[in-house]
């Protein structure tokens, strides 16, 4: 777009001013449409899928073995210092099942099972002993809540210390070693004490596919609200709880964080702007581009995601830069402060002003001259960042791309909001004004005269333009130390660090619905992941077994592995020091221990003394599943011929703990079982599989990055060429964003925030907002070095001018993103602290390295052509 191309797109814009707006407004009513007639659902990070030999895994044993349906949460009962295995505390316990047992709509959501804990196991072993002491035939039936809670209440305080002491030998046929997973991994075997102990509450899961079992999860925090009023220290840790605890955590967040913003962001427009009318265009026009982002996502039935967050917020920062420098430059060309062309000076005149000597250029003439010498940059800056985020689209991940289009479709929106419909807009309501009311709508623009931005920003004139060199080896050297800081960003996935933390007294003490609640859920979650063996979502692992597994060998390798697994890792160690990891090994071995029939097999096809069989295993394999079918099929796959193609283990570990140190700790172990040379051993599961989702998706938004900034090189290089036939321009514009981006990964790594795909593709805001920041300089500063007579002149109008503009629009922006920091969620905090640290980095790189490049690129074709 020529600058002829530029004054008659401006021209027309303005002559036409009415019938713009109302065309632009019907089209946003159809693209807007979209939500009404689009579908667009939530996208979990299933969407995120990808090839794997992991991901085939998965899918393999989901095919295969049977699968577990149910809803598990935890209930933690601890008394720090005390105890929790005495008679009360029991007894408490089980009343509490009582209790919720005869809530219906709380009973509805149990399986039969419902509650499994060291309560109901010594209660049970109770009722043995009072029906063996009754006499009669041998009663094995399970007992029911209200014998538990009898047989407890019938005995004294040391009679259930004893039965305790014999539901925790080892040896003990009711309880023993498996009692142990609902003690603290601490727990010393043979005590009769403990801090804390755990039950495990299984849900019904009748949601269809793609649905949350939401009854279930609504049960979990009436249950969790039970369990406060029985104990003084206890807690229910399940998906429902911290499903509640993050919208809650959210909720409480934007009712502080609203207000607040509202005024930042109004205060600093009202600054920039000081005109109400001004302020009421620009957040109609950024209505309009939420209205289309919305309308396009619903055409394109694109569904939402972790991912997509960013987008809006781009928009929003593109919009009130956009808005920005289209009211500042047609205020300056309305003031007089503009060189214009004889082409501009004419049309001013035409319109009963003149341009370039006098505050005297009529509303049209105005944004005529202003829109033609703003509309290139914006629409460089639209071309620039929209070609660099549609880059994306070439990502394997389906949503990376679905990210890449929507926010080139948003930069398009920007583009037609505020380049089309404000100009058009803003000169309607001026001319209006002026023409009817009387009112002078010539403002002065921001940072111009004497004001005190004036006198800011003109010291960043004096710096480019005495030690230009200076600051490019300052920005330079700062901006290695951000790269090589950035090598030791933590780039792992911990779900963990999603979850809400508690808000400070400052923040409850506040007034009616602005108090935040308490929040625990992130402590109850490092408490249970240092101390049990979770059973949610995340804490389970498994170990694909391929191969001969009915070699004897294979067996062993198994045996060895998950005995050699390191009790300092994710991987949950029970109190007797034993890996909690399930598989053949395992069930052997408790089979042998509860069934006759096992045990004679075992005994004769056992001659090493290991417990495990080392001759005949097809055959050991067939008693175990003519005994117990169900707990012999998870973990042996036979195929309906009786043979035994696979064997898989079950893997528990922290929930709490990073997905890529699970995977690698579960990998270990796979590779232990592979190196034998009789099978192989594959790590998948839920850790597992998110590990390689997070790792490929980094991986493509860091590749993504490189494309971005290569297509963005190119546009400019190609631009500025074609322009102005100067190669050098497009790599000096280019050059503050990498050093912001530069800046901001090293300053990520300074304050330990983690870059991992949520903060990869919030730091996208860096090359967005940069090279927006970007052009606006470059584009002014060589408008204004045709016109001025010097370069210090030329360098002093762009500071001034654009920098002024750039300078409300960083404020605006940095201060109502950067209030998210004050969030009770961390993925708020994370995302407001990065954006916020991305726009100030972009606005200091574009004042301060850009205009020094340009310096220095004028001083060596001075002394070229000298």
Request: glycine share 10%.
């Amino acid at each position: 777009m020529s600058g002829s191309i530029a004054a008659r797109y401006a021209d027309t814009i303005v002559s036409h001013s009415r019938l713009v707006v109302v065309l632009v407004l019907l089209l946003t009513a159809v693209v807007a449409a979209g939500v009404a007639f689009g579908e667009s659902e939530d996208g979990e990070i299933g969407q995120f899928e990808t090839d794997s030999e992991e991901t085939a895994a998965l899918e393999e044993i989901d095919s295969t073995y049977g699968t577990d349906d149910g809803v598990v949460a935890q209930l933690v009962v601890r008394d720090e210092g005390g105890d929790v295995l005495t008679r009360e505390s029991l007894l408490e316990g089980l009343r509490l099942q009582q209790e919720i047992r005869e809530n219906d709509e709380l009973n509805a959501t149990l399986e039969d099972e419902g509650f499994v804990g060291l309560e109901n196991i010594v209660a049970t072993g109770a009722v043995f002993e009072d029906r063996a002491a009754a006499g009669g035939p041998p009663d094995t039936s399970e007992p029911t809540l209200e014998e538990q809670i009898a047989a407890l209440e019938d005995r004294s305080d040391e009679e259930v210390e004893a039965l305790l002491a014999d539901v925790l030998n080892p040896d003990a046929e009711q309880g023993g070693e498996d009692a142990y997973e609902f003690l603290p991994t601490n727990y010393e075997p043979g005590s009769t004490e403990a801090e804390s102990r755990i039950t495990f509450i299984f849900q019904v899961d009748d949601s269809g596919p793609d649905e949350d079992p939401q009854a279930a999860y609504d049960a979990q925090v009436e249950i969790a609200e039970l369990v406060d009023q029985r104990f003084d220290d206890a807690f229910v840790f399940g998906q429902g709880i911290t499903d509640a605890a993050s919208a809650s955590a959210v909720g409480d967040s934007f009712a502080i964080i609203t207000p607040v913003a509202l005024v930042l962001v109004l205060g600093v427009l009202a600054i920039t702007y000081r005109d109400i009318v001004d302020v009421l265009i620009g957040l109609f026009g950024i209505a309009v581009v939420m209205a289309w982002l919305a309308g396009i996502q619903g055409w394109l039935e694109i569904p939402s995601s972790q991912l997509l967050i960013a987008v809006p917020f781009l928009l929003i920062g593109l919009s009130i830069d956009y808005a920005l420098h289209v009211v500042m430059r047609y205020r300056e060309a309305r003031a007089g402060e503009l060189e214009a062309s004889s082409e501009a000076r004419a049309r001013a005149a035409s319109d009963g002003g003149t341009a370039g000597d006098g505050p005297r250029i009529g509303a049209r003439a105005g944004m005529t001259l202003g829109l033609t010498g703003v509309v290139l940059a914006l629409a460089a800056a639209t071309v620039s960042t929209g070609v660099g985020f549609l880059s994306n689209v070439v990502s394997p991940l389906p949503a990376i791309q679905d990210f890449a289009i929507l926010s080139a479709g948003g930069i398009l929106a920007t583009f037609v909001a505020f380049a089309v419909l404000v100009p058009a807009l803003k000169v309607t309501v001026d001319d209006f004004l002026e023409s009817r009311f009387d009112r002078n709508r010539a403002k002065p623009p921001f940072g111009t005269g004497t004001s005190v931005v004036n006198r800011v920003l003109s010291k960043f004139v004096t710096v480019a333009r005495r030690a230009p060199l200076g600051i490019v080896f300052v920005a330079l050297i700062l901006a290695v130390g951000g790269a090589y800081g950035a090598t030791g960003i933590d780039t792992e996935f911990n779900q963990a660090d999603f979850l809400p933390e508690d808000a400070p007294e400052w923040a409850k003490s506040l007034p009616g619905p602005l108090a935040t609640g308490t929040y625990t859920i992130s402590d109850d979650a490092a408490y249970l992941g240092a101390n049990f063996a979770d059973r949610g979502e995340g804490s389970q692992t498994q170990i694909l077994i391929r191969g001969d597994v009915t070699d004897p060998d294979a067996l062993v390798a198994m045996d060895d592995a998950i005995r050699d697994v390191d009790s300092d890792g994710t991987i949950i160690v029970r109190p007797g020091g034993q890996a909690a990891i399930d598989g053949p090994p395992a069930v052997i071995r408790e089979l042998a221990a509860e069934n006759e029939t096992v045990a004679a097999a075992l005994e004769d096809r056992d001659t090493t003394d290991n417990r495990l069989p080392n001759e005949d295993v097809a055959g050991f394999y067939d008693v175990l599943f003519e005994v117990d079918p169900d707990r012999a099929s998870d973990v042996l796959y036979r195929d309906d011929d009786g043979g035994y193609e696979s064997a898989r283990l079950l893997v528990s570990v922290q929930g709490d703990a990073a997905a890529q140190t699970v995977a690698d700790d579960t990998r270990e172990v796979a590779a232990a079982i592979s190196d034998s040379g009789v099978v192989t051993a594959i790590a998948t599961g839920g850790p597992v599989t998110t590990a390689v989702v997070q790792d490929a998706l980094l991986e493509t938004l860091v590749q993504a990055f490189a494309v971005t900034l290569v297509v963005i090189l190119v546009f400019l290089t190609v631009l500025y060429w074609v322009r102005h036939r100067a190669l050098s321009l497009g790599a000096i514009t280019l050059a503050p964003v990498v050093a912001a981006l530069a800046w901001l990964l090293g300053t990520m790594a300074l304050l330990d925030l983690p870059f991992n795909s949520e903060t990869a593709v919030i730091t996208s805001l860096a090359i967005g907002l940069g090279v927006d920041y970007s052009i606006h300089v470059g584009e002014r500063f060589i408008a204004e070095r045709d016109e001025r007579a010097s370069l210090e002149e030329a360098l002093a109008a762009t500071i001034t001018g654009t920098g002024g503009a750039l300078l409300g629009s960083a404020a605006t922006t940095a201060a109502g993103f950067g209030v998210l920091a004050l969030a009770l969620a961390p993925p708020l905090q994370r995302f407001g602290l990065v954006t916020g640290l991305s726009i100030i980095f972009a606005f200091i790189a574009c004042l301060t390295v850009l205009p020094c490049l340009l310096v220095l690129r004028e001083r060596v074709l001075e002394r070229v052509s000298a």
